[in-house]
């Protein structure tokens, strides 16, 4: 498979981006709003959304978990799994303010990521 790495900062034409994501077997990333990109992909995406395992909402203390990506991914026809990943704040020595940084369990992306070319081949047919 070849991977690409989306960066919003880069300053990539919404058409390019698009026309990427109509082709993609997978996209991962973390909750928010560009997971809706989805909606440019061929039914059979599979979805890994990462959710903050540490508590987020101040009267429940559960984790940050927003269902609304499963949602439009089932609506879609796509295959959606969500992941709890650890989220830190480290200080930006550079622009001299916080931001949050994603701990990914990389054994784990590894083994989802090969569980989807081994689901590849099994549904190319013979």
């Known amino acids: 498979f070849q991977l690409f790495v989306f960066d919003s900062d880069a300053g990539l034409h919404p058409v390019v981006l698009l026309s990427i994501l109509s082709c993609a077997s997978a996209i991962v990333g973390p909750h928010g709003a560009g997971m809706v990109n989805m909606l440019s992909a061929r039914p059979g995406l599979h979805v890994l959304e990462f959710h903050p395992s540490s508590p987020s909402h101040p ?68």
């Open 59 to 126: 009267s429940t203390g559960l984790a940050g978990l927003n269902m609304c990506m499963l949602y439009l991914a089932s609506l879609l026809g796509h295959h959606y799994f969500g992941a709890l990943m650890h989220l830190v704040e480290e200080w930006d020595e550079e622009e001299e303010k916080s931001r949050e940084v994603w701990e990914a369990d990389v054994s784990f992306l590894s083994t989802w990521l090969s569980t989807l070319n081994i689901r590849a081949e099994n549904e190319s047919g013979p």
